[in-house]
């Protein structure tokens, strides 16, 4: 009686929108919410990490081979959001600074692939142009120059050496290695005290633009996302993940993790660990008396009531 009586009443009658309020926010900025945060989080964390090792989850795994192909004509379709907040939140000064002795390192790999001896040597009259490259190479980065084995060329020509027939198997073969060959110098350039304090500026840099950024600006981004699209893919998702066995093994571990830990413990002492027990104790009586009331007024309560008293009597 009392389980149907609650489940028709409408959700108002269980809310109290001052004393949920107020349960909120005294719930927040707690210590000891930052304590349990602190003591489960990470352990859920490592648990995640360790059951996606072992069974090699990829992100895929989430949609159905329908709902890939789905996801990704959404995504060719939808222009790329706007990020208003972000533009202008780096000084391009910063990123010339960071990248361009990077790439001077490769431009200078380059040269010395070529078929000439000493090309690119410390000796070779050249190498001080190429390794002082630093205007030339803002220059590239300003202009999105194409490929780096088109700038090596352009700087060999600008020292009147005609390479073109030679460097062709040079060129085709560096264009194969020349990203990684930026990627492993980049790595280099980060590990340098000067590139961790300049990519310490860009990061700083972004941060305070974020920070300064309305929520307005954010929501822009937000908006341009094709929502009923996606809202359709949620139904087939959640309807492989059903069948999937590594979710019900991760809801079963967390439950049993859980239950390990708090299982035992009273719900009067899960709620004070959080410093929130008294709020709830309060908003729960408050609502919870109102909701007697309800249920002693009504006819089914009335006509259970009767019953008991005629069988008592009888």
């Known amino acids: ?21 107020a349960l909120v926010t005294d719930s927040l900025d707690l210590d000891a919410v930052v304590r349990v945060l602190r003591g489960r989080a990470g352990d859920a964390w490592d648990r995640h990490v360790r059951r996606s090792r072992d069974q090699e989850l990829r992100v ?3 949609f159905p081979d329908e709902g890939r192909k789905r996801l990704r004509e959404i995504i060719a379709a939808t222009p790329p959001p706007p990020a208003r907040w972000a533009r202008n939140a780096v000084d391009p000064a910063l990123v010339r ?27 070779w009259p050249g190498s001080g142009l190429v390794a002082g490259l ?6 590239e980065i300003e202009k999105r120059a194409g490929q780096v084995a088109d700038a090596g060329r352009a700087v060999l020509d600008g020292l009147g050496i005609d390479l073109e027939g030679q460097m062709e198997a040079v060129a085709r073969d560096f264009s194969q290695t020349a990203e990684r060959d930026l990627r492993e110098a980049l790595a280099r350039r980060i590990e340098t005290p000067e590139g961790r304090a300049l990519l310490g500026e860009i990061q700083g840099q972004v941060l305070d633009r974020l920070l300064g950024a309305r929520f307005d600006e954010l929501h822009e981004d937000a908006e341009r996302l094709p929502w009923a699209e996606l809202a359709d893919l949620i139904g087939p998702a959640l309807e492989h993940l059903r069948t999937e066995p590594f979710v019900r093994v991760m809801l079963r571990e967390e439950v049993d993790a859980w239950l390990a830990i708090d299982g035992r ?5 899960l709620l004070a660990e959080v ?10 009586l408050a609502r919870g008396e109102e909701l007697a009331r309800s249920l002693f007024a009504s ?11 005629r069988a008592g009597a009888d």
């Open 275 to 284: 410093g929130v027990r008294a709020p709830v104790r309060e908003h729960v």
């Open 265 to 269: 413990r009273p719900i009067g002492e």
């Open 60 to 62: 895929g795994a989430i």
């Open 1 to 21: 009686m009392v389980v149907d009586f609650v489940l028709a009443r409408p959700l108002r009658d269980f809310i109290d929108p001052d004393g949920l309020a």
């Open 134 to 139: 630093g205007a030339r190479v803002r220059e």
């Open 299 to 309: 006819d089914a309560f009335a006509r259970w009531l009767g019953e008991l008293l």
């Open 97 to 123: 600074k960071l990248v361009a002795p990077a790439l001077q390192d490769v431009l200078l790999a380059f040269a010395r692939r070529l078929p000439l001896p000493g090309l690119g040597e410390p000796g």
